[in-house]
């Protein structure tokens, strides 16, 4: 029966594995001299050999005859485990075991000691997929095992084990396998099976593997079919762009060429080649150009940067076909369409639109460097600009922090309007027209003209106008009450604030001469009202109906005048207000 040949050439020994071996020296010495953890966590990508290493442990903490830190594969242990006849060597697949009552179960029979070997071990792959139930019902057994007992625990996502876990073992993390040390592999394995395997496509197929070698012997084990394996082998077996025809794609790209592009992409795909695996295999292309571009100088850096499969012949003379900017915008169109093949509704058109987006790359307008001066004049206008209004800015803030102030003031102040003098007041509007005549100044504005608008600004903010006269102070006359406030105010203060101050068992307000007084009950009342935000409000409400600023003083009521007869007094207050009223309408 035919064997795979990545399962036929699985490491037997820790000398066997290929690129991990600051790992596996550890471990030898480990096994040599007896100093075993009770737990092992392997870290790292698929195929580099986490399985392969934690079986050959399994074997070695077992093994009859070791050899520095090898298991022998020949007594009755190393044996008996690699035919899986031993059950003392238990392989689970926590993908599909990941519940907590499986957990629960193996940590029942961890503790029975073992049949045949001198250890249990317990080899967990793909750890990451157990529950959070079953991380912590394997947790103590974990932390305290028996003496006979071994976890090799395996996963190539580390970031969801939990810090529980990882704490209790020694972990390893395995390294992707260079592509030189792939290519060596598999061109010996290639000997071995009598494949006549070329050297530039056993470098292909190591650079499609990504690091894990079990890719590269299942690709070599898929192309190997043909009498010979060779570049081109590769490329029709992978379904991936050719050499050729890929920078065929690129040239017809570059200069603009739609029909020669879509033309080159039908056949591809007509072969059945995957339209993500064309962007891919064009990305590298465009990628090989970039980096070979850049690394010019230095021949030598520049081939060992690009990817195998091209040659300096084939990528040199398509360094001067497009600039660094176009390679970078292109790259970054061909990313962005195979992310898009995943949510599309047809992989195919969306591979079209962007090979027809890579032919446009070369007339995209560019913002570069001789926009400089645009830029400097820009911001000549915005400091010119903020002067301008800089001058206004500060005093409005000044009068507003003024008004503020008063409103608050338990104590009686000056009104904040009345003492900002009028000189500024006519400074501030003036500032604002010559602003605004800037801001709406036409496009094609000369620069002769905009450099005299900006003087006249500056002329009209440096030079203040002398007062014409002085500003008379407001006069009120009372002409709102304490009740109209008070029906302002249902929708500014929140509710609660609303019902304590609007309750006259609670609160009484008075208005007269521009001064709220508003005097509260001694606490909860005073507590929850005498805070600025009611004191703004009422400043505010006042100012809505009357038109006018009111400065608002909040105080608590004193012992000396019982609140009751305050409300008393007010109420007589309105109703001598009324009468006064009457009698004039009825002398009228």
Request: contains cysteine; glycine residues 4%.
């Given at each position: 029966m035919y064997q795979a040949l990545y399962r036929k050439y699985r490491p037997l020994s820790f000398d066997d594995v290929v690129g991990q071996s600051h790992i596996t020296d550890v471990l030898k010495s480990q096994v040599d001299s007896g100093k075993l953890s009770h737990a092992y966590l392997f870290v790292g990508t698929r195929g580099t050999g986490k399985t392969s290493c934690a079986k050959i442990l399994s074997k070695a903490v077992n093994c009859l005859n070791p050899q520095n830190g090898n298991p022998c594969n020949k007594c009755a242990a190393c044996v008996g485990i690699s035919d899986g006849s031993i059950l003392d060597v238990i392989e689970i697949d926590a993908a599909s075991n990941n519940k907590v009552e499986d957990a629960r179960l193996l940590r029942s029979e961890a503790i029975y000691s073992p049949a045949g070997v001198k250890k249990r071990v317990y080899i967990i792959d793909e750890?990451?997929?157990?529950?959070?139930?079953?991380?912590?019902?394997?947790?103590?057994?974990?932390e305290e095992p028996p003496a006979h007992l071994v976890f090799i625990l395996a996963t190539t996502e580390l970031h969801?084990?939990?810090?529980?876990?990882?704490?209790?073992?020694?972990?390893?993390?395995?390294?992707?396998?260079?592509?030189?040390?792939?290519?060596?592999?598999?061109?010996?394995?290639?000997?071995k099976e009598n494949i006549n395997l070329e050297t530039e496509a056993s470098e292909l197929i190591a650079r499609l593997s990504e690091g894990s070698l079990r890719?590269?012997?299942s690709i070599l084990d898929q192309c190997s079919m043909s009498q010979t394996v060779s570049l081109e082998t590769v490329f029709d077996t992978m379904g991936i762009l050719g050499r050729s025809e890929a920078i065929s794609l690129y040239k017809a790209a570059i200069v603009g060429n739609v029909s020669e592009v879509l033309s080159i992409y039908r056949k591809n795909w007509n072969l059945g080649k995957d339209p993500a695996a064309i962007?891919?295999?064009?990305?590298?292309l465009y990628r090989d150009i970039f980096v070979y571009k850049l690394a010019a100088g230095s021949k030598s850096k520049a081939h060992a940067l690009i990817n195998v499969g091209y040659s300096d012949s084939d990528v040199k003379p398509l360094t001067t076909l497009a600039t660094s900017s176009q390679l970078i915008r292109s790259m970054e169109k061909i990313k962005n369409g195979i992310s898009s093949m995943r949510t599309g509704p047809s992989p195919s058109i969306t591979a079209e639109i962007c090979l027809i987006e890579l032919?446009?790359?070369?007339?995209?307008?560019?913002?570069?460097?001789?926009?400089?001066?645009?830029?400097?004049?820009?911001s000549f206008l915005e400091d010119k600009l903020n002067n301008a209004i800089s001058n206004r800015d500060v005093k409005a803030a000044f009068s507003a922090e003024a008004v503020s102030e008063n409103m608050i003031s338990n104590e009686p102040a000056e009104d904040a309007i009345a003492a900002i003098p009028y000189s500024e007041i006519q400074n501030t509007k003036n500032s604002d027209i010559a602003a605004e005549s800037l801001l709406s100044a036409p496009d094609n504005i000369t620069d002769e003209k905009l450099h005299s608008d900006i003087l006249e600004v500056q002329e009209i903010t440096e030079k203040p106008e002398e007062p014409k006269e002085n500003v008379k102070p407001q006069i009120y006359n009372n002409d709102i009450t304490w009740e109209e406030i008070l029906s302002n105010l249902e929708l500014k203060l929140k509710a609660h604030l609303f019902a304590v101050l609007s309750n006259s068992n609670d609160s009484v307000g008075e208005v007269e001469d521009g001064q709220i007084s508003v005097l509260l009950k001694?606490?909860?009342?005073?507590?929850?009202?005498?805070k600025s935000e009611v004191s703004d409000a009422i400043a505010v409400s006042a100012h809505e109906l009357s038109g006018r600023h009111y400065k608002v003083s909040i105080k608590k009521m004193?012992?000396?005048?019982?609140?009751?007869?305050?409300?008393?007094?007010?109420?007589?207050?309105?109703?001598?207000?009324?009468?006064?009223?009457?009698?004039?309408?009825?002398?009228?």
């Open positions: 750890v990451h997929m157990l529950t959070t139930a079953a991380f912590n019902a394997l947790l103590k057994i974990i969801k084990v939990p810090i529980t876990i990882l704490s209790r073992c020694q972990r390893f993390g395995f390294r992707r396998i260079s592509s030189d040390e792939i290519s060596e592999r598999i061109l010996n394995i290639a000997d890719d590269a012997i962007l891919s295999e064009l990305l590298a032919c446009n790359v070369g007339n995209e307008k560019i913002i570069d460097d001789s926009c400089t001066d645009l830029y400097e004049r820009i001694p606490g909860f009342a005073y507590e929850i009202l005498s004193t012992s000396d005048v019982p609140f009751a007869e305050k409300r008393d007094i007010d109420e007589i207050k309105k109703f001598k207000n009324i009468v006064t009223i009457i009698k004039e309408d009825n002398n009228g």
